[in-house]
C-alpha cells in the first residue's frame, strides 16, 4: 500500500516534501521548454486541396 505523508514522521515528511518539489520543478522546467520550443518554431500547416471522394468518383 502507498504510504501517505501524514502517516510518516517529521524527519521523512521533509525528506519527501524536498523530493517532491525537485521532481515537480523537474517536470515543469521540460514543459516550460517544449512550450518554448513550440512558440519559436514556425510550423506553418498546408492542407492539400483534393476533391470529395463522391465527386471523384463520378467522374
Known amino acids: ?21 525537485l521532481v515537480v520543478s523537474f517536470y515543469g522546467s521540460l514543459l516550460a521548454a517544449m512550450l518554448i520550443m513550440a512558440l519559436m518554431s514556425n510550423r506553418d500547416v498546408q492542407v492539400a486541396h483534393s476533391d470529395p471522394p463522391f465527386e471523384a468518383h463520378n467522374k
Not at 500500500?1 to 518539489?21: A, E, G, H
Request: proline share 5%; glycine share 0%; no cysteine.
Open 1 to 21: 500500500m502507498q504510504k501517505f505523508s501524514v502517516d510518516l514522521p517529521s524527519s521523512d515528511r521533509r525528506v519527501v516534501r524536498k523530493w517532491r518539489l
